[in-house]
């Protein structure tokens, strides 16, 4: 089912989408309580909070909704936090990439923030996905891994965007006005596809025209096209001078899990055999 990704407080907006679970994007901690007292919210699934500074977030009191935290970087040593919270630490600084480690060692929800505008240290991030394979003793998988290893398995590949709530298939962005982007990017944009007020407001309409631009990619023989890690990516390396790095990651991370398949499938035969 499709989720909203809402930054408003605006009831006439709550209400045109209360059949649907709502995600909310705040930037001031403060409104964290609102959500506990407003009634006609009650729907929201998950916050997001983006914030400049990593001290609000110890802050953060309520435990019930999981709360997703972006930040540029962490400045302080969080040792401790609620089990609701993940920290998102941006991939365009290398320091982020230990940093995040450091926060899985110490059993805090955590990750890597990958999207289509920051640089990404492709070396750091394998480093970071090895790290993860060959210690057992992380309380928390480090993300995007974590979703990745859970959900490939699947029947569809797992977009890489859902961890950050980005996919078009499962996300739409709306704003004070009702107007509604497919992504983060084309809402900071101002890039709308269409309005909730119009009538008929058709949310298949919307993925129908996403499936119908995902398959023109592969129509104009893009140079993601024979890349094994576009059911994953989806592409939002393309825009950058060089895919090779992101298409090497991709290889390495499906290499992984195909093993792990293999493997899985290999001991369920084994065990099979032993009870005949
Ligand atoms: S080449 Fe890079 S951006 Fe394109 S699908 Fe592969 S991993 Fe994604």
């Given amino acids: 089912m499709i989720k909203f990704i809402v930054n408003t407080f605006n009831k006439n907006i709550f209400e045109k989408i209360q059949n649907f679970p709502i995600i909310l994007r705040i930037s001031d901690i ?34 019930k909704i999981p709360v997703d935290v972006y930040l540029r970087k962490i400045t302080s040593l969080i040792k401790q936090l609620p089990s609701n919270i993940t920290v998102f630490l941006h991939s365009d600084l290398d320091e982020n990439y230990l940093k995040v480690q450091k926060l899985a060692e110490s059993g805090i929800r955590c990750g890597i923030f990958l999207n289509k505008t920051d640089e990404v240290n492709w070396d750091r991030l394998s480093k970071l996905f090895n790290y ?33 709530c980005n996919n078009p298939d499962e996300y739409l962005h709306i704003n004070d006005n009702g107007d509604i982007a497919i992504s983060l990017e084309d809402m900071y944009n101002s890039h709308f596809t269409v309005n909730i007020n119009s009538t008929p407001f058709l949310v298949d309409k919307i993925l129908e025209q996403n499936r119908i631009k995902d398959n023109s990619f592969f129509l104009t023989r893009h140079r993601c096209s024979n890349c094994i890690g576009w059911g994953m990516c989806k592409g939002i390396f393309s825009g950058r001078n060089a895919t090779e790095n992101c298409r ?3 290889k390495e991370i499906t290499g992984y899990l195909n093993d792990q398949i293999e493997r899985l499938a290999k001991s369920k035969v084994t065990n099979e055999n032993n009870n005949i």
């Fill in 30 to 63: 403060k409104n964290i309580s609102t959500i506990n007292y407003e009634s006609n919210i009650k729907n929201v699934a998950k916050v997001l909070i983006t914030l400049d500074s990593d001290s609000p977030i110890l802050k953060i009191e309520n435990d």
């Fill in 248 to 250: 090497l990651f991709f």
């Fill in 132 to 164: 993860c394979q060959y210690n057992n003793n992380l309380m928390h998988l480090i993300e995007p891994f974590n979703s990745l290893i859970n959900y490939y398995c699947k029947p569809l590949l797992y977009n890489v965007n859902s961890i950050y």
